[in-house]
């Protein structure tokens, strides 16, 4: 069974403090890892997709890495306004089902 | 482009009503599918759709059908509802690239 294991539950940072987040996976097969940001109320947004174990892809001050067995998402210099909900899912194939983490809770505080 | 849509946005029930959830994505995906998310579980996937007139089971379909007649529609539908059935519904599609693509939600409460 495709597992996926997020950690921290919840983190809070001053704002300007960088971090990483943390996605553990076991899937039989991986064609993807994803992440999202997601915002109170709303669906989750589509951030990166992941291939391949030494991947990396950025946008702004996010930059997302694959192992073999987890992703790290890294935060440089936040802002309040990266505050969200951040979840990472896997794909192993097949029809398309996607396993999801529960998510970490960033809070970053002016 | 509106990309996932869905109606309505917040509904009440009470124990046993019924009612449809409905879902139009305008992205000519092939793949659509129908999640909840409860606080400390995550999305769940309860069903999901390869193609027009196809559905499938996923993780948690009890008590929910799903209808997708046309390529760009999935109903979710709940025939008697219960109140561990609140929760928020996500329907999301997908095509070539296999990330999903998620609507704004739908917040229901049972009493």
């Known amino acids: ?110 | 482009n509106a990309g996932v849509t869905q109606t309505p946005k917040f509904r009440v029930l009470k124990t046993g009503q019924s009612m449809t959830l409905l879902c139009a994505q305008d992205m000519n995906h092939e793949y659509m599918y129908w999640y909840r998310q409860d606080p400390g579980m995550g999305l769940r996937l309860i069903h999901y759709s390869v193609g027009e007139g196809t559905t499938a089971k996923g993780e948690v379909p009890d008590g929910y059908n799903v209808s997708r007649l046309k390529k760009q529609n999935f109903l979710l539908g709940l025939e008697s509802a219960a109140p561990s059935q609140t929760s928020v519904y996500f329907c999301a599609s997908s095509g070539t690239t296999p990330a999903p693509f998620f609507g704004p939600g739908t917040r229901l409460t049972v009493l």
Do not use: M
């Open chain 1, 1 to 110: 069974e495709d597992q996926v294991t997020q950690s921290p539950e919840a983190l809070r940072l001053q704002e300007g403090e960088s971090s990483s987040l943390n996605c553990s996976y076991t899937v039989s097969g991986l064609r993807g890892l994803f992440w999202y940001r997601q915002d109170p109320g709303k669906g989750p947004e589509f951030l990166f997709t992941l291939y391949s174990a030494g991947e990396e892809k950025e946008k702004e001050r996010l930059k997302a890495t694959l192992t073999k067995k987890e992703s790290f998402l890294h935060i440089t210099a936040p802002k309040p306004e990266d505050s969200a909900t951040y979840l990472c899912a896997v794909h192993p194939g097949g029809y398309q089902k996607v396993t999801f983490g529960t998510g970490t809770k960033l809070q970053v505080i002016p």
